[in-house]
């Protein structure tokens, strides 16, 4: 199966600060690529747990004593670290978003591109799809996603033309949905607006913002003293949680002080913003947006 090239490997993977007996995590296994580079670094004592909420990466699993694939969704990682014995790990690695290989499986939904069942679901288990989403948010549930997720100024017209159209029958197919939206799409900017519709969409399906939030809300509390976060974001949402919670230990408002002012936060930034480099830009045109961040824990 076609997985992109890892984003920012040496960079995240050195981000880790890799311990060659620690215990790792790879909360975002997709082709493995930043997996085996851990794997690499570790020593014959060395651990390393993934997880993957798609079962298609299970198809990539890595044969070694010293690797588990957990195929769940990383907001469990407290829970499935506990049943395997492990309450605290050495580092923590996540490259979120989309992997090619989702992205370029027509039937997935998840690109403009295909003409396909509305769907998006990273987990085909879950009830929640594209379809869902479309035919039956309310106008007023429709316009804040596309708000809140994709920052679109027109989101009123494009709740209101989709609650109108399916009063003629289910919106079912991604082309569907295309020829109904480029109307109201800025001329040359097509593209470029329908992917930020879908990313809202998607976003609402897989109920991402709110994944990363209890998954970063763990880490803490995982992670061991002088442990590592190695974190890749794709979009300013996704980004400034990470930040924050890098920060401050929330993602609102200002951390608490104790009665001297000194502020208790659990992590301390490790390095500056870490962006690839225009060489790996050219090689892969995913890696154009991803920022990584890394954080140890105090």
Same mark, same amino acid.
């Given at each position: 199966?076609?997985? %992109? #090239? ?9 981000? *880790? ?22 794997? @690499? ?5 060395? @651990? ?7 079962? =298609? ?6 044969? =070694? ?24 790990? =050495?580092?923590?690695?996540? =490259?979120?978003?989309?992997?090619? %290989?989702?992205? #370029? ?52 017209? *494009? ?31 097509? #593209? ?6 879908? /990313? ?10 709110? !994944?990363? @939030?209890?998954?970063?809300? /763990? ?15 794709? %979009? ?20 608490? @002080?104790?009665?001297?002012? #000194? ?6 930034? !490790?390095?500056?913003?870490? !962006? ?15 920022? *990584? ?6």
């Amino acid at each position: 199966m076609e997985y %992109h #090239n890892p984003v920012l490997l040496r960079e995240s993977v050195d981000g *880790l600060d890799i311990k060659p007996n620690g215990i790792y995590v790879d909360v975002t296994f997709g082709g493995g690529g930043h997996s085996k580079e851990i794997l @690499k670094r570790l020593g014959e004592k060395g @651990k390393l747990f993934a997880f993957d909420q798609d079962k =298609d990466a299970l198809e990539n699993t890595v044969k =070694d004593p010293r690797f588990t694939l957990i195929n769940e969704n990383f907001k469990f990682l407290k829970r499935f670290l506990r049943f395997y014995g492990v309450k605290k790990v =050495d580092g923590i690695l996540g =490259d979120f978003g989309v992997s090619s %290989h989702q992205f #370029n499986e027509a039937e997935r939904g998840f690109s403009t591109r295909f003409d396909a069942k509305l769907d998006m679901r990273m987990n085909q288990s879950n009830a929640l799809s594209a379809y869902e989403v479309i035919n039956h948010y309310e106008e007023d549930k429709l316009k804040q996603l596309f708000y809140e997720f994709a920052d679109l100024k027109n989101a009123p017209k *494009l709740s209101r033309t989709i609650v109108s159209e399916r009063k003629n029958g289910a919106i079912e197919t991604s082309e569907q949905l295309n020829e109904l939206l480029k109307p109201l799409l800025f001329k040359g900017k097509e #593209n470029k607006i329908l992917a930020q519709i879908y /990313q809202a969409i998607r976003i609402e399906v897989n109920q991402e913002i709110q !994944v990363l @939030k209890d998954f970063l809300m /763990q880490t803490e509390e995982v992670l061991k003293v002088d442990g590592r976060l190695s974190l890749i974001s794709y %979009h300013s949402l996704e980004d400034r949680l990470v930040k924050r919670y890098i920060r401050s230990g929330l993602f609102e408002g200002e951390p608490v @002080k104790d009665m001297y002012g #000194n502020i208790q936060v659990p992590f301390k930034k !490790v390095s500056q913003l870490i !962006v690839p480099s225009k060489e790996e830009i050219k090689e892969n045109n995913r890696a154009r947006s991803a920022k *990584l961040r890394i954080a140890q824990k105090l």
